[in-house]
Nanobody, 123 residues
Framework: QGQLVESGGGSVQAGGSLRLSCATSEFATSANCMAWFRQAPGKERERVADINVKGMTSYTDSVKGRFTISQDNAKDTLYLQMNILKPEDTAMYYC?????????????????WGQGTQVTVSS
């Protein structure tokens, strides 16, 4: 069964940076879309960024210009570089993989999920 493992979360002050990683080697050849989601307490899980098999990326408006999603060349690892962090970025961050041909619009169409890594940004 597929497994995704996130790392890199932690506590930082506003304005700081973190880089999240997600081990994705099991899906290097099968996944057509990889994404980062986040969920804050009491809120819906939202998609932060995604990257498709062609390397095209998309971001939610609140992180544009601050976050960057990327993969290593072997597609073994998915990254989320987070700069200029804000308290409202505080959440559990999850990586997810979809096997559909294109990045789906619904989070329900992501087939595999990691356990999450906590990001806490203090003001």
């Amino acid at each position: 069964q597929g497994q995704l493992v996130e790392s890199g979360g932690g506590s930082v002050q506003a304005g700081g940076s973190l880089r999240l990683s997600c081990a994705t080697s099991e899906f290097a050849t099968s996944a057509n879309c990889m994404a980062w989601f986040r969920q804050a307490p009491g809120k819906e899980r939202e998609r932060v960024a995604d990257i498709n098999v062609k390397g095209m990326t998309s971001y939610t408006d609140s992180v544009k210009g601050r976050f960057t999603i990327s993969q290593d060349n072997a597609k073994d690892t998915l990254y989320l570089q987070m700069n200029i962090l804000k308290p409202e970025d505080t959440a559990m961050y999850y990586c997810a993989v979809s096997l559909w041909p294109q990045c789906p619009t619904s989070r329900g169409d992501f087939h595999y999920w990691g356990q999450g890594t906590q990001v806490t940004v203090s003001s």
